[in-house]
């Protein structure tokens, strides 16, 4: 078996919520349990940090990630979905996992795979953590793939968790209200086991403080002690308690919405610095936050790929994710606006298209996954929210379309799902 014959194995084989969307969503942690035990449990050989939420969960784990990193620390990191090569998902210290690592656990434990079936993401949080167990990594920063409560990350016992913020996304498995939505992402939150939470949230705080509450967690929130300002030509300025902590902080990815996590995992520094062997320095923090996507090799979060046009890609997909990305727009200075839109078939369209400029042009595309929704249907819901485009169904096809359309005083903007984004050269 090679890599590819691997890879096509565990597509085939497993429901992979990344492709066929909901029917991959299991609603026990029974087969990551019965996977882990069979394989000598490697999710308690390394202290881990759990890191959840709706939006920017997968940048806070990189910034924690990058952090530790350069604190001296080997660093595992879990995140998903991957963009462009499956190995994404499991990094250590910014690499990726060897493929040959994903051929030699196909074939180790295909008799364990087939007995237990367990779903493509139950399976790959086993290979993360054998491969975090075997490279004895110091810490692994894993990120919940989707909810909290019953996501196959929820069996580690982890030193801090992280919960970024919770927004109206995956509403079919998790919940239709903030607070059902919360409960569950607030189900990583263990006996003991400090929890910090990015954002207060009025409507959801309580559900965080009582669940903390019921097993004796010590909570903190990270914008109650944290705040974030713009600096000079493109920093930042930080403040703890309302002094200055830090002046013209340098931070690797560049989108707005970053204020919204950074106070977050701050704070989750202060929460881990007494449980660590080796304190974690300010110069630490401050070249983490820097070297962010050096350290850890994250992409596809307000990532520039071109000027003159200026281009920009970004994964945020959901209401609150397109909100932020059309104000980081609104920053900017350019003549006209050019949009490379693809969603998946779920997304609430009447919501994300409302929120999108009408004197843009649009160039409507679809993700290669089964779940990706035509071009032609999003072209529909979108004339009858105002919004005026071509259908290009190839995402790179598009791209260039939009690219020969632009001058150079123009923007282009490449979004609307990660499946987009995981179809260009990053």
């Known amino acids: 078996m090679n890599y590819e014959q691997a890879l096509e194995y565990m597509y085939s084989q497993l429901p992979m919520y990344q492709r066929v969307g909901g029917t991959a969503f299991k609603k026990d942690l029974t087969n990551t349990l019965a996977l882990c035990e069979a394989m000598g449990n490697p999710q308690k050989k390394f202290k881990s940090i759990h890191i959840g939420g709706t939006n920017g969960k997968g940048s806070s784990s990189s ?32 690499q990726n996992l060897p493929e040959k690592e994903v051929v030699q656990f196909v074939e180790q434990y295909q008799e364990l795979i087939e007995e237990v079936k367990p779903s493509f993401f139950e399976m790959t949080v086993a290979m993360a953590f054998e491969h975090f167990a075997k490279e004895q990594v110091d810490y692994a920063v894993i990120e919940v793939g989707l909810g909290g409560r019953l996501d196959s990350t929820n069996v580690i016992e982890p030193e801090a968790c992280l919960i970024t913020n919770i927004g109206m996304d995956h509403m079919d498995m998790l ?17 003991k086991t400090p929890v910090v939470i990015s954002q207060t949230q009025k409507e959801v705080s309580t559900v965080f403080m009582d669940k903390a509450k019921e097993v004796n967690a010590p909570i903190t929130f990270g914008d109650r002690k944290y705040t974030v300002r713009d600096g000079v030509e493109g920093t930042i300025d930080v403040y703890k308690d309302g002094m200055l902590w830090g002046t013209e902080v340098n931070v690797g990815l560049k989108g707005k919405y970053q204020y919204y996590n950074l106070p977050g995992v701050l704070k989750l520094i202060d929460v881990l610095n007494p449980l660590l ?21 994250v992409k596809g979060r ?33 003549q006209k606006l050019h949009m490379v839109l693809g969603v998946v078939k779920e997304k609430d369209l009447s919501k994300i298209l409302t929120l999108l400029p009408e004197d843009a042009t649009y160039y409507f595309c679809t993700p290669k996954v089964p779940r990706g929704l035509s071009a032609t249907e999003l072209q529909k819901a979108a004339d ?10 190839d995402v790179k096809e598009a791209v260039a379309t939009a690219k020969q359309e632009a001058s150079v005083e123009d923007l282009i903007f490449i979004g609307g799902s990660t499946f987009v984004v995981a179809e260009l050269d990053l």
């Open 277 to 297: 062997p080796k304190k974690i320095k300010k110069d630490d923090i401050i070249g983490g936050l820097e070297n962010v996507v050096k350290l850890t090799a």
């Open 384 to 393: 009858q929210a105002g919004l005026k485009g071509i259908v290009i169904e």
């Open 302 to 334: 307000w990532q520039q790929l071109g000027t003159s046009p200026q281009i920009f890609c970004d994964v945020g997909h959901n209401e609150e994710g397109i909100k932020e990305i059309i104000k980081q727009i609104g920053s900017l200075s350019f």
């Open 63 to 94: 910034f924690t990630a990058a952090i530790l990193q350069r604190a001296g620390y080997k660093v595992g990191l879990y995140t998903s979905p991957h963009l462009q090569s499956f190995t994404e998902r499991i990094r250590v210290n910014g």
């Open 175 to 191: 919940g239709d209200t903030p607070q059902a939505i919360a409960a569950e992402k607030a189900g990583i939150i263990k006996s």
